[in-house]
Antibody
Framework: EVQLVQSGPEVKKPGESLKISCKAS????????IGWVRQKPGKGLEWMGIIFPGDSDTRYSPSFQGQVTISVDRSTSTAYLQWSSLKASDTAIYYC?????????????WGQGALVTVSS | DIQLTQSPSSLSASVGDRVTITCQAT??????LNWYQQKPGKAPKLLIY???NLETGVPSRFSGSGSGTDFTFTISSLQPEDIATYYC?????????FGGGTKVEIK
């Protein structure tokens, strides 16, 4: 069974750094793209970026380019999303999601979401 | 980058009604359009991929159609458990975009 298990909720202050994780299991980690999606409270879904664990090829939404970094650790089958300097506007739920099939980019398998709260 | 305009943003319908949601892309995306359902407090769930393919295990009352710039998502007979927000999502050269969402409620 494919599973994506995300790290727990975080409470941070503006300016702090953060790295959240998404641990994959139940499939060959290097074979499928993994994406990150933001959802601000009461708002819609925003695609942030996507990474191919096989070679770390990464694409970012123009809205998030330079604002976050997406990476993977193939030894632990874990994808990461990190910020170097958080803002209050980064408060949101962050989901990781895996490509459904090896062709196309539909996101079938989702993590449970990680709530990040940034407040002074 | 490609934008998706989803309409309506919300709708209210009776159980058994046919519900239709549209999604328009700002440029031709062929059939690279997916549909998701999100219930409150839950992660999104993939319903339709590549415009018209029903994901495994998804009830057949859900369907999708379209190509190019205009797409339609239909619930043929609305059920109480279909109360959720629905999103379209496109992918073009590994750059994705979501539509703004359609909140479906029971009248």
């Amino acid at each position: 069974e494919v599973q994506l298990v995300q790290s727990g909720p975080e409470v941070k202050k503006p300016g702090e750094s953060l790295k959240i994780s998404c641990k994959a299991s139940g499939y060959r980690f290097t074979t499928y793209w993994i994406g990150w999606v933001r959802q601000k409270p009461g708002k819609g879904l925003e695609w942030m970026g996507i990474i191919f664990p096989g070679d770390s090829d990464t694409r970012y939404s123009p809205s998030f380019q330079g604002q976050v970094t997406i990476s993977v650790d193939r030894s632990t089958s874990t994808a990461y999303l990190q910020w170097s300097s958080l803002k209050a506007s980064d408060t949101a739920i962050y989901y990781c999601a895996r490509q459904a099939y090896t062709s196309g980019v539909s996101l079938k398998h989702w993590g449970q979401g990680a709530l990040v709260t940034v407040s002074s | 980058d490609i934008q998706l305009t989803q309409s309506p943003s919300s709708l209210s319908a009776s159980v058994g009604d046919r519900v239709t949601i549209t999604c328009q892309a700002t440029q031709d995306i062929s059939v690279y359009l997916n549909w998701y359902q999100q219930k409150p407090g839950k992660a999104p769930k993939l319903l339709i991929y590549d415009a018209s393919n029903l994901e495994t295990g998804v009830p057949s009352r859900f369907s999708g159609s379209g190509s190019g710039t205009d797409f339609t998502f239909t619930i043929s007979s609305l059920q109480p458990e279909d109360i959720a927000t629905y999103y379209c999502q496109q992918y073009d050269n590994l750059l994705l975009t979501f539509g703004g969402g359609t909140k479906v409620e029971i009248k």
